[in-house]
């Protein structure tokens, strides 16, 4: 099975850096994505990682350990329009491409 | 861009009615998926195809159905509405090749009665 998990809420400040943790047990994965959701809305993809190590796009960066089963997502330079669920996904080996998602991580970002 | 096109935003049903959820995609993908999210629970996989007529139970299918008929269309069925079947619905495309990601719908808010 694939056990996924990232904190509930976090909050930070506006023009300060942020890191959202996702931690993970499981038995092998194609890679792992980060999506962003605002309420209401759909989840939109924010990036992939398949690698060990950092990917960076802009003020979003997205790092994998696979060793130590954990990925963040890094976000610089916050704004309020920051403010949205993040969701770490994992996915799987198997036909279809199926995505495992976690709980979802609320960050709301504070003037 | 890929558009993702579910019929309603919102919706509320009776229970035991029969509901039909619909999703359209415009990008010839191979898969799609039904979702619901529910506070705390996340995103939990309902059904998914990876082709035409095609069909795979998720992590939680007992009380839904899905057909694909074609393509670009993959509808939810809820066979007799419950209460715990409120919920929001996330339909989402992609893909067959691994590592490419899967883009959603505006989801479907629906209440049952």
């Known amino acids: 099975g694939q056990n996924i998990d990232q904190p509930t809420e976090m909050t930070a400040t506006e023009g300060a850096i942020v890191q959202i943790n996702c931690t993970y047990q499981?038995?092998?994965?194609?890679?792992l994505f980060w999506y962003q959701q605002h309420a209401g809305e759909a989840p939109t993809f924010l990036s992939y990682?398949?690698?060990?190590g950092l990917e960076e796009k802009g003020r979003f960066s997205s790092f994998l350990s696979r060793s130590k089963g954990y990925s963040y997502l890094l976000l610089k330079e916050l704004q309020m329009k920051d403010s949205a669920s993040y969701l770490c996904?994992?996915?799987?080996?198997?036909?279809?491409?199926?995505?495992?998602f976690g709980q979802g991580t609320e960050l709301s970002v504070k003037p | 861009d890929v558009k993702v096109t579910q019929s309603s935003r919102y919706l509320v049903k009776r229970t035991g009615e029969k509901v039909f959820l619909e999703c359209v995609q415009d990008?010839?993908?191979?898969?799609m998926f039904w979702y619901r999210q529910d506070p705390g629970l996340g995103l939990r996989l309902i059904y998914f195809?990876?082709?035409?007529?095609?069909?795979e139970k998720g992590d939680i299918p007992e009380g839904y159905s899905v057909s694909r008929e074609k393509k670009e269309r993959f509808s939810l069925i809820l066979e007799s509405a419950s209460t715990n079947q409120t919920s929001m619905y996330l339909c989402?495309?992609?893909?067959?090749?691994?590592?490419?990601?899967?883009?959603f719908g505006d989801g479907t808010r629906l209440s049952i009665l």
């Open positions: 989402a495309s992609g893909v067959a090749t691994g590592g490419q990601p899967q883009h």
């Open positions: 499981t038995s092998g994965f194609n890679g």
């Open positions: 990682n398949v690698l060990d």
């Open positions: 996904a994992l996915q799987g080996n198997n036909q279809g491409g199926k995505l495992i």
């Open positions: 990008m010839d993908h191979e898969n």
């Open positions: 195809s990876y082709d035409v007529k095609m069909k």
